[in-house]
Structure formats: C-alpha cells, structure tokens
C-alpha cells in the first residue's frame, strides 16, 4: 500500500527540540538520538496532528522550493523510517 | 540494612540497601568518594525478581516527584524528602544502576552526565573533552597524567549548574584509566569535542552546534519523555553559558601549551 495514503501521528514517547532549521527527536524509551534535517524537522512539526503523507507533502509542496517528485520521496523515506522506529504511528483512516 | 554515603558532584547520596553486599562493594571500590557525613540525598535500593509490576504506572516529572521507568530498573524521586527509591532486577550491576540514578538527579538538579574527560587546572576551572568511543578521551586523560594534571574523569563527567556557569564533576564511574586523580570539580572553562587529528586546532562551536553535539554525547537514561525534555533544557542552558569547540589534536604533550596559547591562560595548568 503506497504510504503516503496512510495516516500518521506522531508517537508521545518522543521527546524533540528543534533547534533553528534542524532538530533532535529521541524516543523515550529507547534513549536513541535521531537527528532531523530542515525538511524532516518540519514534517516532524506538521504531525502535531494526524495528517496524510500526501497532504504533508502538499504542505511541504506550499513551503520549500522543491518539485513534488522529490518532497513525495523525502516524505516516503521520512515516513518510512520514523514507523519503524516507532517515532511515529500509523492511525486508524 | 546497610548503608554507605558517596560524595559526587558535591552532593552526599546515602545508599541503603537491604542488599548488604551493595554497600560492601561501593565501600571497596569507591573509597576516594565515600564520605562520612549526612547524606542529601538517599538512594534506597530494592532487588526484585521482575518489575512486571510496575507496567501500569504512568511516570511523573515535576517539582516533588520525578520517576522513571526503564525494563529493568524503577526510579521514584521525591524531591520532599529527597529520596530515590530504586527497585532493580538483579540482572543490573550497582555500577550500572548508580550511574543511572546519579544521571537522573543530575537532569533533575539542572545537570546531566556527559560521556567526556575533564582535566582540573590550577586555576580550579576544567577543560571538558568530549566524543564518542575511540575520539580520543582516554588518550587526552593519559597525557594528562603522563604530564602530572589532575584528571577528574575520564569517562563521566557529573556536570552541574554553578551560578551563571557550570562545573564539571569527577564520578567514580570510571573509564579505561579505571581511576580518577581526585574527587573535585571545576568551573568549565571550556567544552572541547576531540577528534584525532593532523594537527592541534581550535574552531569554536556556535551554541547551536554545541547543543547538537552535546546531545548526541550524553548518557541518555532516558524512560520518561519529560525527564528528555528536562535534559534538553539543561544542555540549552550550558550551551548558552559556556564556550565549545571543535578540537583537532595531536597526541603529544604539546596539547597544554596549544591550549593555554589559545586561551592567553594557564587552563588545564599543572
């Protein structure tokens, strides 16, 4: 199933400080430091609620001077991988 | 019950234990940090087969209370009668579950431990050295003590807030040299992450990147979100209030009189 259709949140275990343009998050835990580019900050951001991978790569789309090809697969990536370190959770549609 | 008072960071921690091989162990392996005075904080420490028990708490962290829940060890700070109530599985080693409750305190009183060496000059101000395993710390600890310095970790360093700064602490949680020279501390004067390098070279970290780098060099203990968040804070507030540096050096004795050069003073004196 193409992941950007899912829902995600983001998983309250983890802890995050953004610090200008970049940011840390660290799972609670697990004690891992993860650190977060611009573009994976402000995704990281945008899930304060739960959103569609595709409506936060509109959001991304609206921000940074990127085509929509590249934000989808940032997004995917992002996604991808904070799921698997359960940085973020899937939601129920 | 038996018990036994350590001096770290400048704090007296009672440990008590019905365990009484715990403060048997402690009193041997320690001696330069167990003290004969009234603790200010007391660690009482219970062994339980499993802390299965404890699943369904909710930790809290706030001005009276600040806990902690990890698979194998359960932390209950009450910061009234300042007292932590550790109840630890008896996979987990006295070292291991110290280093743990020492680290949490510290986060709690505005501090953290960081993984480093910290070198005392005369002036009683420290040079912290920090990095990952293999950047060079014991290496900057053995020319220290090669050169007569006073080296108060190099491993852990208990790092506390001391008026507008901070001081580094020496822990008896100890590193490859297995020894500290002294149980002191000292107001930072500088926070240098090492890297091994062609030459000695200072470049100064923004506070930005000095939170960054801090950050991924702490011992994380971590187990409630908002102890992480507390951490977070206490790593902004010593990034703004200390200088840090990037440092590129070479293993020779020459790294004190490239320091003291850089700083027109006598840091890391003997």
Not at chain 2, 122 to 139: E, L, Q
Request: hydrophobic share 40%; aromatic share 12%; proline share 2%.
């Amino acid at each position: 199933m193409d992941i950007l259709k899912q829902t995600f949140a983001r998983n309250e275990e983890v802890a995050w400080r953004s610090v200008v343009d970049q940011g840390l998050l660290v799972h609670s835990r697990q004690g891992l430091v993860y650190p977060m580019n611009p573009v994976g900050m402000r995704m990281w951001l945008l899930l304060e609620k739960p959103l569609t991978g595709e409506q936060l790569v509109q959001q991304l789309y609206s921000e940074f001077d990127a085509s929509k090809e590249k934000l989808s697969e940032d997004a995917s990536l992002f996604l991808t991988q904070c799921s698997k370190e359960d940085l973020i959770r899937q939601e129920a549609d | 019950m038996a018990s036994v008072t350590l001096s770290i960071a400048g704090l007296n921690i009672g440990i008590e234990s019905e365990d009484k091989s715990i403060a048997a162990n402690i009193s041997k392996n320690w001696h330069k940090f167990v003290v004969k005075e009234n603790p200010d904080w007391t660690f009482c420490i219970e062994r339980v087969r499993s802390l299965r028990a404890f699943d369904a708490i909710l930790c809290r962290w706030d001005q009276e209370r600040f806990q902690v829940k990890r698979k194998a060890v359960w932390l209950d700070g009450d910061a009234t009668t300042q007292q932590i109530k550790l109840v630890v599985s008896y996979v987990y080693g006295i070292g291991d579950i110290l280093r743990l409750a020492v680290g949490i305190l510290l986060v709690y009183l505005g501090g953290f431990l960081l993984h480093g060496a910290a070198i005392l000059g005369k002036d009683g101000k420290t040079g912290v050295f920090y990095g990952k395993s293999g950047s060079g710390k014991s290496t900057v600890s053995k020319l220290a003590e090669k050169t007569g310095r006073i080296i108060l970790t190099d491993e852990s360093i208990a790092i506390l807030p001391f008026g507008s700064s901070f001081k580094a602490w020496a822990t008896p949680f100890y590193g490859e040299l297995g020894r500290v020279s002294k149980n002191l501390g000292g107001e930072i004067a500088f926070m240098a992450r090492i890297y091994h390098g062609q030459e000695n070279q200072l470049t100064p970290f923004s506070s930005r990147e000095l939170f960054l780098e801090l950050v991924q060099n702490v011992f994380f203990f971590a187990g409630n979100r908002f102890a992480v968040e507390r951490f977070f804070d206490n790593v902004e507030a010593l990034s703004q209030a200390v200088n840090g540096y990037r440092f590129d050096f070479l293993p020779t004795a020459e790294i004190w009189n490239y320091l003291n050069g850089y700083f027109e003073a006598n840091l890391c004196s003997k």
